[in-house]
């Protein structure tokens, strides 16, 4: 039986914010569960400091639930608003639903872990934790920000006026740049997450490195985000260039296969920098007089491990431009 | 919501040319530029042993930002570098919270500014790269650690530029256009303020600070 595009529309508004929560909801638990168990953890080391510690394991998580919130915002969205009939809203709504979905999963779990290590941190140093706390909110902030490009990319993708463009090409462009901001926004949060970990961890190991270890905590968190924004700006080269017209096969499908080449290629490095950032954090809050020598050692163990991720670029760049 | 792409922008033809200027963007940047000139003048003008409070400002950002270029490029090198990592930052600072001030831009908003910024830093990083090393060294340095991965470690150098200068632009740009999206959905009423705080005051120094340090760090990483 087919039905009319307004009912297809409707399809992709409920089936995109299904999406949008459904995967949203995945990284925020996982990531507060482990605050959780990191604040039972801490209590049952220093009982004296329960309130503090339950404190801080509040805030932690509440920072760590703004991901899925955001997934809340986009679903809210595309379930209660009245979206114009038109074909290219079929792919917007669902692209929405996915770089949004996606996007929340990795920021959620990432910003669970600076909160667990302050929780833990406070046990083992109560005198260090304001400075703790602080450090958490701003290692926790920065690992929102791959969830942040995902959200600007649904709320783009929701308010352009796409009627004009032919159908054929864009409704991959459209698809190719939510699948690539959101899977690409997985690793970064993750990486994120575990440098900021480390920091919350040196930090009470060590209060004195308090300064060195935040500023190479927030120099390791940009280096994670690096693939994150090479996956922002393919799905921006897939929203805003203009494609021409064709009835043919291919073009559609490269575009496609560039958004998912750089959002999946994107997850690895940005674990894979996290863990190089992790260590180098670590260390400097135990060895404070070679900060120099470990921030270098981190920032070139980075770029060799992000070099595939570089690699998915080139080959998306390649499918948009060439093929 | 019309707002979401609007550009003021002045066309001009010059022989066969269309020469685009983005005016708001340069109206913006000026607003900053002057008032950076007049804190440098205020903060400097009664200089004493009991520092006024502009005064003590300044020294802080001095200091600051002198520590964290001698802990990077050594002390003789930190004296050539350290004003401009110091000027970089107070710049982009300013930059990043203008848009609290209701009717004014950030001018980083613009992917002209920020991409500028990290060109000028990428040119600066390699300059002294190869005033460091000797332009032979500093050749063979791409050659590592293998000759035929020359063009992996080119497009490796000019991806530092796409990145720095994409994650300020994407960071102010997303804020802008979250405040804006929210405040059309809410009706202006109860947003504002809050998230101008977050994304205008915490997040624009945050990456502020990153930017000025990745810079220092590209440069620290050719020098070294």
Redesign the interface.
């Known amino acids: 039986m087919p039905y009319d595009i307004q009912t297809w529309v409707k399809v992709a508004a409920l089936s995109g914010g299904g999406m949008a929560m459904g995967f949203g909801a995945i990284g925020a638990a996982i990531g507060e569960g482990y605050t959780a168990a990191s604040a039972n953890e801490a209590i049952s080391r220093n009982p004296k400091l329960s309130g503090d510690i339950f404190k801080a394991m509040l805030v932690g998580q509440a920072i760590a639930e703004s991901a899925s919130i955001f997934a809340l915002v986009i679903a809210m969205?595309l379930l209660f608003t009245k979206f114009a009939s038109h074909v290219l809203m079929i792919p917007v709504l669902l692209g929405a639903g996915l770089s949004m979905g996606l996007g929340a999963i990795g920021a959620g779990v990432g910003a669970g872990y600076p909160a667990g290590a302050a929780c833990t941190g406070m046990a083992r140093q109560p005198a260090v934790s304001g400075r703790l706390t602080t450090n958490m909110l701003?290692g926790s902030?920065?690992c929102q920000?791959p969830a942040?490009?995902a959200?600007?990319v649904s709320?783009?993708l929701l308010?352009?006026d796409f009627s004009k463009s032919p159908v054929s090409p864009t409704w991959a462009a459209i698809l190719g740049a939510g699948i690539s901001s959101g899977f690409g926004a997985i690793g970064s949060g993750l990486g994120g997450g575990l440098v900021a970990q480390a920091s919350c961890d040196g930090i009470s190991r060590q209060p004195l490195t308090a300064t060195?270890v935040t500023?190479v905590m927030?120099?390791g968190q940009?280096v994670t985000?690096?693939t994150a924004?090479?996956a922002?700006?393919v799905s921006f080269i897939l929203m805003f260039k203009t494609f021409p017209a064709t009835d043919l096969i291919a073009p559609p499908m490269a575009l496609l296969a560039a958004g998912l080449c750089m959002g999946i290629g994107a997850i690895g490095p940005a674990i894979g920098v996290g863990f190089a950032g992790k260590s180098a954090v670590d260390w400097i809050a135990r060895n404070q007089e070679h900060?120099?020598d470990l921030?270098?050692l981190m920032?070139?163990g980075q770029?060799v491990a992000e070099?595939t991720g570089?690699y998915s670029?080139?080959i998306a760049l390649i499918l948009i431009f060439v093929v | 919501m019309e707002d979401l792409g609007k550009i003021h922008q002045l066309i001009v033809h010059v022989m066969g040319h269309d020469l685009t200027f983005n005016l708001e963007l340069m109206i913006m940047t000026w607003i900053v530029i002057s008032a950076l000139i007049c804190f440098g003048f205020l903060a400097t003008r009664k200089k004493s042993v009991l520092p006024g409070p502009l005064q003590v400002v300044g020294e802080l950002f001095i200091t600051i930002f002198y520590g964290l270029t001698e802990d990077a490029l050594g002390k003789e090198r930190a004296k050539k570098y350290a004003p401009l990592i110091c000027a970089l930052f107070m710049y982009l600072l300013v930059c990043n919270w203008l848009g609290i001030i209701p009717h004014l831009e950030e001018p980083t908003k613009d992917l002209n500014t920020t991409l500028s910024y990290g060109l000028m830093g990428f040119v600066i990083a390699h300059h002294a790269g190869i005033k460091a090393k000797g332009l032979k060294r500093y050749l063979l340095d791409y050659c590592e650690p293998i000759f035929f991965m020359a063009p992996l470690n080119v497009i490796g150098e000019l991806a530092k530029v796409i990145s720095i200068s994409f994650r300020l632009f994407g960071n102010i740009m997303g804020g802008s256009i979250i405040i804006l999206v929210v405040s059309y959905l809410t009706f202006n009423i109860i947003t504002p303020p809050f998230l101008n705080a977050f994304f205008g005051a915490f997040v624009g120094t945050i990456q502020a600070f990153v930017f000025t340090m990745l810079t220092l760090v590209y440069i620290a990483v050719q020098v070294n």
Do not use: D, K
Request: glycine letters at 0%; a positive charge.
């Open positions: 969205m701003i902030a920065v920000t942040i490009f959200l600007v709320f783009i308010f352009t060195p500023n927030l120099l940009a985000q690096t924004i090479y922002l700006l900060v120099a921030t270098r920032l070139v770029a070099s570089l670029l080139v």
